[in-house]
């Protein structure tokens, strides 16, 4: 099987700073897009950030004033800088590898991010 390991999550407060990291060993990372999801309770799975293969990167609405998204080809790793998170933020954050080519895609466990006073 093909394993995204996501790290990172936990908790933080309103305003604050968490990064998350994906390590992809399993694939020939520089032929995947990535991505990051996530979903809250009660809500549909949303596209948070996501980079291609040659570094265009979209991102969502709601954080793109203030997330980032990066990927490492020679560490297999796409990150997702957070910066002033807000309590709607709070979500299991899934990584996302895309072949370019239309075969499969794979997903990560997910990781909890929770922002809490």
């Known amino acids: 099987q093909v394993q995204l390991v996501e790290s990172g999550g936990g908790l933080v407060q309103p305003g604050g700073s968490l990064g998350l990291s994906c390590k992809a060993p399993g694939i020939v990372f520089s032929m995947y897009n990535m991505g990051w999801y996530r979903q809250a309770p009660g809500k549909e799975r949303e596209m948070v950030a996501t980079?291609?293969?040659?570094?265009?990167?979209r991102r969502g609405d709601s954080v793109k004033d203030r997330f980032t998204i990066s990927r490492d080809n020679t560490k297999n790793t796409v990150t997702l800088q957070m910066n002033s998170l807000k309590l709607d933020d709070t979500a299991v954050y899934y990584c996302?590898?895309?072949?370019?080519?239309?075969?499969?895609?794979?997903w990560g466990q997910g990781t909890q991010v929770t922002v809490s006073s």
């Open positions: 996302h590898a895309d072949p370019r080519w239309g075969g499969p895609e794979y």
């Open positions: 980079i291609t293969w040659s570094g265009t990167i």
